[in-house]
């Protein structure tokens, strides 16, 4: 099975930033959309920000303007890049990639703490 390597996760305080990656183990065709979700302790997992093959995108509205998503098709990897974090963003955070199927990462934690 392809599988989707997170990385860039970690401990950040409020206010700071982290950019994330995520990766195919293989190279994947017919990409339609990459993405990000995330899941908190005790809620459901939400999309944070998707971007088509095409670079059109799509955020939560509360995550937009301090959250960007951004893609290199070539090589079926995708990178969320996350400003200004605040407490309320500590999830595990899953790529996620789609053409004909949808494949999912196995996670990356951030944690945002004073």
């Known amino acids: 099975q392809v599988q989707l390597v997170e990385s860039g996760g970690g401990l950040v305080q409020p206010g700071g930033s982290l950019r994330l990656s995520c990766a195919a183990s293989?190279?994947?065709?017919?990409?339609?959309?990459m993405g990000w979700y995330r899941q908190a302790p005790g809620k459901q997992r939400e999309l944070v920000a998707r971007?088509?093959?095409?670079?059109?995108?799509n955020y939560a509205d509360s995550l937009k303007g301090r959250f960007t998503i951004s893609r290199d098709n070539a090589k079926n990897t995708v990178y969320l890049e996350m400003n200004n974090l605040k407490p309320e963003d500590t999830a595990v955070y899953y790529c996620n990639l789609r053409n004909t199927r949808n494949y999912w990462g196995q996670g990356t934690q951030v944690t945002v703490s004073s």
């Open positions: 971007i088509s093959s095409g670079g059109d995108t």
């Open positions: 293989t190279t994947i065709f017919d990409i339609t959309s």
